[in-house]
């Protein structure tokens, strides 16, 4: 396994549509456990293929909870391969959003409560589910990177640029605090 380089904003390929998994295969396999390596390291809760530069419909989600006794989070890895958002409840709950492509900003951001949901697992295998809660959350923040779309085009504008900008100075202010 390897770590993969996750791409940030304003990089232009988080805006395309990712293009459908044709075939579950080994390659395929490799790039999931790549990115749950990835994910862990980061650390986040969710990653769409398309963060790591690989515009598929594919991502991931662990909430990694609840928290062990000893302080390390219970393993609850979860695949999405074409996942399909069936229905979406008219009820909309906001929580405290962030985004690994967008470091170290946050912000209210409401969707719709309860999704229900059809994906195909790592073996290739269909499922249909409900989500409620940080799943549903998590669930259509990662659904919406395969559309090209961020958490912050739920902002306005101006919150939306002055986050963008923020995210460039500050890794511009680290790459050079590692020239030093
Ligand atoms: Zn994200």
Redesign the pocket.
């Known amino acids: 396994m390897s770590l993969l380089p996750i791409i940030e904003v304003p990089d232009q390929l988080l805006r395309e549509q990712s293009a459908p998994v044709e075939r579950v295969d080994d390659d395929l396999k490799r790039l999931i456990a790549d990115m749950f390596e990835t994910m862990y390291e980061a650390p986040g809760i969710?990653l769409?293929a398309v963060?790591v530069a690989v515009p598929r419909r594919l991502l991931i989600i662990d909430l990694q909870d609840p928290v062990e006794e000893d302080g390390d989070p219970v393993k609850d890895p979860h695949v999405f391969i074409n996942p399909e958002i069936l229905k979406a409840s008219d009820a909309r709950k906001s929580y405290n959003e962030g985004?690994?492509?967008?470091p170290d900003q946050y912000a209210e951001i409401e969707r719709p409560d309860i999704v229900r949901a059809r994906w195909l697992d790592q073996h290739g295998k269909s499922h249909e589910g409900e989500f409620d809660g940080l799943m549903s959350v998590c669930l259509q923040?990662?659904v919406d990177?395969l559309n090209g779309i961020?958490?912050i085009d739920y902002l306005s504008r101006l919150k939306r640029d002055m986050i963008v900008k923020k995210v460039v100075k500050s890794r511009k202010d680290r790459e050079q605090a590692a020239i030093l």
Do not use: V
């Open positions: 969710g769409a963060q985004c690994l492509s967008i923040h990662e990177h961020l958490f």
